[in-house]
């Protein structure tokens, strides 16, 4: 107990400091974009509750850092009133509060009134941020230490398993799962992980001969370093001793390029996986929560730490590895906003869509059933998502371990 208890700290650091920096990009994409369109704006809040730290800018902006370090948000002028879920008649008394208090001029300042093109851009900004942050996090990460690949020559790891029922022969190098090139083993690794049993169809190089063939990985539960206990897909492959191993280097443009590439494999690749998880082709046990991103984050840590010599070295590396945990982050921070649910991104796109066909807002208090629902389903997703992690990481059989 006393091991666990004494890693706790560098967890909460390691925690706070990704998720800190992956929620600033996305509150600042938000704000950035409210500010070039002129938008009149209250508070810029890094985490909630009590402001241990403020102060005001001089466009009147305030600042401040609160004591809860789980989140942040922009509040536009206005956004305290029933505006906030605004229909025709909500606006019209806003509209009329603004006029008799700052003249007539001064709505256009106000969020709520701004051209209904704008208010999506504003919207949109957080999520796209994050993505933003994502890229140049890839890139700057790739263009300085370079990229380690081994390719993906492979071995039979497992007799009878997939792979050698498929006819994939040891010392095979896989060019190809489906139509996705595979640059290296982690890429066959990744690939496979996510698709138990799914077909795949995979071209290999013999020898210099191409040959194509077809293998389904089967379902097997493993205890990740980083991530705990989980259900994956595993062909019965490992890396073959003579596979080749080099340290790619990248200049500015192919760093940006390989930053973009990267986002949105990630990208595509978390929409594969939650469909999966919605036509119920893999158990819903494995969607994690902000107690599974803690536990990888201070996994991550400490990974990074490993061969520093020094203090200063080991803090520097778990830096390192931090940032790339927040790049991965970002990318599945910017695509959960986009989801149609009221009280996300998504959702006020969503409305706008609405009021684009129907020219009119929608009617309040259908908006504020839906925020209801969406809270309650983003809360009940929030529980489900905790309860994963407890199960996976095994806190139950820690805690009854304490009192047994």
Known sequence: MSGVLSALPVYAVAFVFVLSLVVTVHELGHFWAAKSFGVAIDRFSIGFGRAI????????????????????????????????????????????????????????????????????????????????????LFAALVMIFGEPVAEARVRISSPGGPAQVAGIRDGDLILKMDDTPIRGFADLQMYTRLRANTPIRIQVDRAGTVVQLTATPAEQEIVDAVSGRMKVGMLGLGPHPDMKFEQKRYGPIGALAYGT????????????????????????????????????????????????????MQVFGSFVALLSLAAFLSVSVGFMNLLPLPVLDGGHLLFYAYEAVARRPLPAQIQAVGYRLGLALLLGFMLFATWNDLQRLRVFNFLGGLFS
């Open 261 to 312: 590439e990267r986002t949105w494999d990630i990208l595509s690749t978390t929409v594969f996986y939650l469909g999966r998880v919605v036509t119920g082709q893999i158990p819903a046990d494995q969607i994690g929560s902000l107690l599974g991103i803690a536990n990888t984050a201070g996994k991550v840590a400490e990974a990074g730490a490993e061969g520093g010599t020094t203090v200063p």
């Open 53 to 136: 730290l403020s102060w005001r800018d001089r466009a009147g902006v305030l600042w401040t850092l609160g004591w809860i370090p789980l989140g942040g948000y922009v509040r536009f002028s206005g956004d305290e009133n029933a505006a906030s879920v605004p229909d025709q008649n909500d606006l019209a008394a806003l509209r009329a509060e603004i006029v008799a208090s700052e003249g007539e001029a001064a709505t256009s300042r106000y969020f709520q009134f701004k051209p209904l093109w704008q208010r999506a851009i504003v919207v949109a900004a957080g999520p796209f941020s994050n993505f933003i942050l994502a890229i140049l």
